[in-house]
């Protein structure tokens, strides 16, 4: 069984920034593609970023240049760094995996969430 949790999310002032980390355990084979999404209140869980096996990455146009993502494959964690936040980055975001464990084929993982918050 494979499980995501995710860590580093909180309250920040507008212009501040995060480091978010999910990290993913059990019987992993390879992890393909590693991206993290967001919620806000009252709206559709959107893509934020991701990051493929070969080192393709792509972004929301809300966040580029301010928010990098980044994997450590050997720990199968990926990071999110979020600089010059913004009150409309408001939301849970939540990690998303693309695993092969040793007994199935690529699946797709969540974590639980963690909430974000940038506000004076």
């Known amino acids: 069984q494979v499980q995501l949790v995710e860590s580093g999310g909180g309250l920040v002032q507008p212009g501040g920034s995060l480091r978010l980390s999910c990290a993913a355990s059990g019987s992993i084979f390879k992890v393909n593609r590693m991206g993290w999404y967001r919620q806000a209140p009252g709206k559709e869980r959107e893509l934020v970023a991701l990051k493929t096996s070969d080192g393709t990455t792509d972004y929301v146009d809300s966040v580029k240049g301010r928010f990098t993502i980044s994997r450590d494959n050997a720990k199968n964690t990926v990071y999110l760094q979020m600089n010059s936040l913004k009150p409309e980055d408001t939301a849970v975001y939540y990690c998303?995996?693309?695993?092969?464990?040793?007994?199935?084929?690529?699946?797709?993982?969540w974590g639980k969430g963690t909430l974000v918050t940038a506000s004076s």
């Open positions: 998303n995996m693309n695993i092969w464990t040793v007994f199935t084929s690529g699946t797709n993982y």
